[in-house]
């Protein structure tokens, strides 16, 4: 099996909590992925990200060659190089830890930045983003969801993604909103953990992690 392939089973079977993403998951077509054998160049990455705004797809970037978080830190690295590329630490509130989460941004057009998705098989990770490989997702869209109101000023997040294709009616996205609200609560209960602490942050890593991350956030 592909990695691509296993990738999307993973998130066909709802692992992350959200039912939105199972749905897409289930048909090829609803989302482009990219994957990517060693480190990759910032440009790739970004006309990558490009493709999909103009295919209006959600994007995922699946790095198979990244094992461990020296490896996400060179990648990460590598992407903040690029001008349309930010990475920095972000500080949820009421978790307390040593870890360091990292925010990952990227430039749709000037005034609109994605905040990009993180996603890796590192037990600092919250376990709805424990996935087979490292992976950064993104909506690099606009806004279009009609449906999701609760945006930031000159951000899009997932919840943006045009979901037309789905065809849901206006209770049945609602009854999805709520499936993955529960379903994610239930996946981070053991360990405690909460959602709201990787609404702007992509990676949770290690406290090793922040001397390798140090040059990057200064960028």
């Known amino acids: 099996m592909s990695a691509d392939a ?21 048909e090829r077509h609803r989302i482009l992925s990219f994957v990517v054998p060693a480190v990759a160049d910032e440009a790739d990455v970004s006309g990558f990200l490009d493709t999909c705004r103009e295919a209006r797809l ?33 500080s949820p509130d009421g978790v307390e830890t040593d870890d360091v989460f ?34 950064i997702a993104a909506w690099p869209g606009e806004r279009d969801n009609p449906q999701w109101t609760k945006f930031e000023k000159g ?11 789905l065809e849901l009616t206006k209770a049945k996205y609602q009854a999805l909103t709520k499936a993955s609200v529960d379903a994610t609560k239930d996946l981070l209960k053991d360990p405690p953990d909460d959602a ?20 990057v956030f200064t960028r």
């Open 196 to 215: 709201r602490y990787y609404r702007r942050a992509a990676f949770r890593l290690s406290p090793s992690a922040r001397a390798l991350l140090r040059p």
């Open 6 to 26: 296993h990738l999307r089973r993973w998130l066909a079977q709802g692992l992350t909590g959200c039912q939105f993403a199972a749905r897409i998951a289930r």
């Open 58 to 90: 959600p994007a995922i970037a699946i790095f198979t060659g990244i094992r461990t978080e020296a490896a996400l830190v060179e990648q990460l690295a590598r992407l903040s190089e690029g001008e349309r590329w930010r990475i920095a630490e972000v």
């Open 155 to 165: 951000i899009v997040h997932f919840l943006d993604t045009d979901l037309g294709g």
């Open 102 to 135: 990292v925010g990952v941004d990227w430039r749709v057009r000037e005034g609109l930045v994605s905040s990009v998705m993180g996603f890796a098989p590192f037990a600092s990770m919250p376990v709805t983003r424990r996935a087979p490989y490292v992976c």
